[in-house]
């Protein structure tokens, strides 16, 4: 089972304690996972011009393939202008049509106002959805009030945090063991 | 049709075409040598035009997992060891050559092949090429455009003047040698959409269209959206042929068909498009309805005749080599196609031919 995480913003710090918060609950429960945490304000990403993403080169190649060869991806985002970030947008805008096939996607949200919770319902979940990804319904939201000095002090968020995490690996377990078994059926 | 040397009264044509990739087989993991797939190619057309196919044609590609970089020095090969089949490539990255070059590479094929050579134009899908060759991907469409008019003016005219952006005029310029008929069949290579069968109608271009998955009858929409725009720019959709191409794989039996194929390609498509084929997609392939074309060769004359019926296109071309497929496997699609295959489809589309 690989797992990449996406911090989807290039600057603030939120939406990374969010996933940093995430990948170390992570680790404590399945310690075996293979992972990659891709903090997008480490990577130097082209614009998408519309290649295969196997034609891009350096920073935008390596995001690119870890995202591909993944799993489960854990997905970051902060709320910009009522909308996900251009470069988490632009992530998805490098990848193929059905890039997610096959790929369990979970969501957590960061925001500075709780006004700003169905961004994420109404604008990413399509998104993923249309990029064939197996989705974990419910997904989790920080606001502005849960953090504290790069720590987040809320204790509902911790425990929704594990939830989120262990309701990505189950359904990446289900959709594997359906995948395999339909596969088997077709004999060829 | 005639200019396209197209006869009708003979039936749908029927061609393979091979990408010329270079990969290895799925089932050992070995891969055999650049050497050994290129004379691959050339052999597999010989037992084609032994079979009674009509078209044999090989692809560019320059990138990794393929070894048709220069797949106009494999045709002039294939052209030498055949003798009636027709010869074209499948496609020409136009793009990215000079228009003069190719058509002088493909006039002088003509000859060589006594009256056989056909250019199929394509933008590439994927853009390696760009930069290997000097390229800016910028330019991606206005470079095909620009070089695509040019190619067909050189086919018309002995003497052409011509200005552009992207490479010198030509003042006067002779464009030799002359193919023997005195032009080419330059066809226009389109993806699946409808968008750019728009394009090949509006400028009253042959058409062959490639068709990964799905159903006929989704295509069947980019096929007459061709035939309108060629009706909207005053030219006659009767006289101007449409290709269809797509993954092709005979067998006994259907199930022994999909088994056999479809690791070549879920694993040949993983290696040069990054994504895997999604078995559900290649299983439904065994639906009369579906464009593929994998399954026993009853089954595969029912759906290429359902295709005819829905397209009324005058050529099909299979791809039959993709992802590694061992050289007798091949040998053995060229033997269906030839004895059984090919015949039915002639006889079921030629003019007046037998009702189904």
Known sequence: ????????????????????????????????????????????????????????????????????????????????????????????????????????????????????????????????????????????FAEEKDFLNGNIINDDVHLRVQRLIEDAFDLAEAQASIRTKKEAEYDF | MEKYRIDPSKGMEFGIYTLGDHLADPRTGERISAKERIQQMVQLAQLADQAGIDFFSVGESHQPYFASQAHAVILAAIAQATEKIKIGSSSTILSTSDPVRVYENFATLDLISNGR???????????????????????????????????????????????????????????????????????????????????AGYAGVPMTVAMLGGPASVFKQTIDTYREALAASGYDPTQLPVATTGFFYAAETT???????????????????????????FAQG????????????????????????????????????????????????????GTEILPAIKKYTKQGGAEQ
Do not use: C
């Open chain 1, 1 to 140: 089972m690989k797992v990449v995480g996406i911090s989807g913003s290039i600057v603030g710090s939120k939406t990374k304690t969010a996933m940093s918060l995430l990948w170390e609950e992570m680790n404590k429960a399945y310690p075996n996972a293979e992972h990659v945490l891709l903090d997008l304000a480490d990577y130097q990403l082209q614009f998408s011009d519309g290649r295969n993403y196997l034609d891009y080169t350096g920073d935008t190649a390596y995001v690119t393939e870890q995202i591909m060869q993944a799993d489960i991806l854990f997905i970051g985002t902060p709320i910009f202008q009522a909308s996900i970030p251009g470069t988490l947008k632009n992530v998805f805008d490098l990848l193929p049509t059905q890039a997610l096939r096959d790929k369990v996607a979970a969501i957590i949200v960061t925001a500075g106002s709780a006004r700003h919770f169905l961004v994420a319902e109404q604008q990413l979940k399509p998104i993923l959805s249309y990029m064939k990804a197996h989705l974990v319904s419910s997904y989790v």
């Open chain 2, 286 to 337: 065994a639906d009369h309805r579906s464009i593929i074309n994998v399954g026993s060769p009853q089954q595969i004359i029912e759906k290429i005749l359902y295709q005819h019926e829905q397209f009324g296109h005058q050529r099909y071309l299979a791809q039959l080599d993709f992802g590694g497929v061992p050289f007798e496997k091949m040998a053995r699609n060229i033997e269906y196609i």
């Open chain 2, 255 to 281: 199930q022994e068909a999909l088994r056999d194929y479809y690791p070549h390609i879920n694993e040949g498509m993983k290696k040069t498009n990054g994504q895997g084929f999604p078995k559900q997609l």
């Open chain 2, 117 to 199: 050579a056909e250019i199929i134009a394509g933008r590439a899908s994927r853009v390696g090429l760009f930069e290997l060759l000097g390229y800016d991907l910028h330019n991606y469409e206005a470079l095909f455009e620009e070089k695509f008019d040019l190619l067909l003016q050189l086919n018309e005219e002995e003497v052409v003047n011509w200005s552009g952006e992207f490479r010198r005029p030509l003042r006067n310029a002779e464009v030799l040698p002359r193919p023997v008929t005195g032009t080419l069949p330059i066809w226009r290579a389109v993806g699946g959409t409808p968008a750019s069968a728009i394009k």
